[in-house]
């Protein structure tokens, strides 16, 4: 079965008047079809003039993604569904659709993931998460006042020393 998420993704060639032309140094030239743009009309926290993005596969059978802005193409955040690495994660979907003005079937959730040297220590942002209207293509990051979404969600448990000396 394929998620809401995964409908949205990929970027298929489109040269021509459909298509938006990017270079970036990350992911090299691509044409991404002007119907897989997504369109953050606040722009991202931080980043208020990064409007336009595109979700990328990072590589099959990832659950990882890349979320690729359009208007500063050497910006891009690794993102994840987060149902794919935190098995008890809630998603706001009823709050995403209201904020989107869409139905909750209509609606894809991504989390950042943060990738320090050490993957192991590899953490989501439950408390801010992406969520897309897959229909309109209208994004927006939202801010959770649940306490219990962690801003950093350590995706990978510590290893059995490290857990007993905290």
């Known amino acids: 079965m394929v998620s809401v998420a995964e409908e949205m993704v990929s970027v298929r060639p489109a040269p021509g008047p459909d298509a938006i032309h990017v270079r970036s140094s990350r992911f090299g030239e691509l044409d991404v079809p002007v119907d897989r743009v997504l369109h953050f009309p606040q722009g991202l926290i931080g980043f208020p003039r990064a409007r336009r993005f595109v979700i990328l596969d990072h590589r099959p059978g990832s659950p990882f993604r890349w979320l690729l802005c ?8 690794a993102v994840a569904e987060p149902a794919r690495l935190v098995p008890d ?11 989107l003005g869409t139905d909750a079937a209509d609606v894809a959730l991504f989390v950042i993931v943060t990738i320090p040297p050490d993957p192991l220590a590899m953490t989501v942002n439950l408390m801010a998460p992406v969520v897309v209207g897959v229909r309109t293509r209208r994004a927006r990051q939202l801010v959770l006042e649940d306490g219990r979404c962690d801003p950093s969600y ?13």
Request: aromatic share 6%; with cysteine.
């Open 89 to 99: 994660y809630q998603p706001p979907l009823e709050l995403a659709a209201r904020v």
């Open 154 to 166: 350590r995706v990978c448990a510590p290893p059995p020393a490290a857990a007993a000396e905290s």
């Open 70 to 77: 359009l208007d500063e193409p050497d910006v891009a955040f």
